[in-house]
């Protein structure tokens, strides 16, 4: 969701792998690989999706395989590399792989009431003594804080922009420890104590409940961002037009009623749904990625305006730039 500095070890590999493999391998014999975050243990996201993706390989005729990665970087190397066609990702990485991965916005998910945003939180435990994120910031240099992973929208780029460069810190300059990790690992770390806050999200905060019911009321929210727009479903530009067709049809058939539909079968489908907290998904595109490049460019820009010392020259030519994408955005976000 923007023109920004790449990341560096990032564009290193992908540019590294992409010489070496050639064009990225489309879908064919093979089928689909379908990547997956790791928001939660790998094995529990598989779990969760795999239904759903089997009931996809049904439809297309064809298999599809999901693949789990650790990290959102891995979810767009592998698109970047054509080991995975389609992905789930977040709005952040997203935008990577949009802007270095040949992705493209395809879909966003439907929550099971019905909207199609999320929101990310501040947790900490029930008897932290902690009540909003005012409090968290006066004790900040006693306090232990998980983070997100970088790529992650609600578990880093949400919270980083609205919580930290507001107010002009970041993370590392005002806790006495900060430790990176996925939404689930950020969770329990607040549980058991390992963490006094964290960030994470509305949607899986529900789903860690769920999974860990005897820590269901010992962590809780003390701060909600603005609303973000729905995790997307991405997939590669360069899939055959009538592949995508189908693929989106797919999507926004599943967990509907239909004149076709059995009653057992919209069931099963519904289920699976709720299992992933979702109950369907809607067409989308890049534009809703918009938002996100706002708040990246924002954060940067902040970033450079308290930056002192040499590059002066250099930093004053990039902060003209993010001005003129900044009036661009807001433009089209008018717009929208």
């Not at 997956?36 to 298999?63: M, Y």
């Not at 879909?107 to 902690?130: C, K, M, N, Q, W």
């Not at 939404?183 to 999200?201: C, I, M, P, Q, S």
């Not at 706002?294 to 940067?300: A, H």
Request: glycine share 10%.
């Amino acid at each position: 969701m923007r023109k920004k500095k790449p990341l560096a070890g990032l564009l290193v590999v992908l540019f590294i792998l992409l010489s070496c493999h050639g064009t990225p391998a489309m879908a064919g014999a093979g089928g689909l690989g379908f990547g997956l975050i790791a928001t939660s243990a790998p094995q529990t996201v598989l779990d969760g999706w795999r239904p759903l993706l089997a009931d996809l390989s049904a439809f297309l005729g064809e298999p599809v395989t999901p693949k789990v990665y650790e990290d959102y970087a891995g979810v767009i190397w592998a698109m970047g590399t054509g080991r995975a066609q389609v992905a789930w990702l977040g709005n952040k990485s997203a935008i990577e792989a949009v802007d270095r991965a040949g992705g493209e916005v395809a879909l966003r998910s439907i929550d099971p009431a019905g909207r199609t945003e999320y929101f990310s939180h501040l947790l900490v435990r029930r008897d932290s003594g902690l009540a909003d994120a005012d409090a968290v910031f006066a004790r900040a240099a006693q306090l232990t804080f998980g983070d997100g992973d970088p790529n992650s929208t609600s578990g880093h780029a949400v919270p980083a922009y609205y919580l930290f460069a507001s107010r002009g810190v970041s993370p590392r300059a005002v806790f006495k420890r900060v430790v990176s990790g996925n939404h689930e690992e950020n969770f329990l770390g607040v549980a058991t104590g390992r963490l006094d806050v964290a960030t994470g999200n509305n949607l899986d905060l529900k789903r860690h409940r769920q999974r860990y019911p005897e820590f269901a009321r010992e962590v809780v929210a003390i701060w909600t961002s603005p609303p973000i727009p729905s995790d997307p479903i991405v997939w590669r530009t360069d899939l055959p037009a009538g592949l995508k067709d189908r693929i989106r049809a797919f999507f926004l058939d599943y967990g509907r009623a239909a004149p076709d539909k059995s009653e057992a079968r919209l069931a099963r489908e519904r289920a699976v749904l709720a299992a992933l907290s979702r109950s369907g998904f809607e067409a989308s595109g890049n534009s809703q990625l918009v938002p996100i490049r706002i708040i990246e460019l924002y954060r940067e820009k902040l970033r450079l305006t308290a930056e002192g010392g040499p590059g002066r020259e250099a930093r004053r030519k990039r902060l003209e730039a993010i001005e003129e994408q900044l009036r661009r955005l807001q433009s089209l976000q008018a717009c929208m």
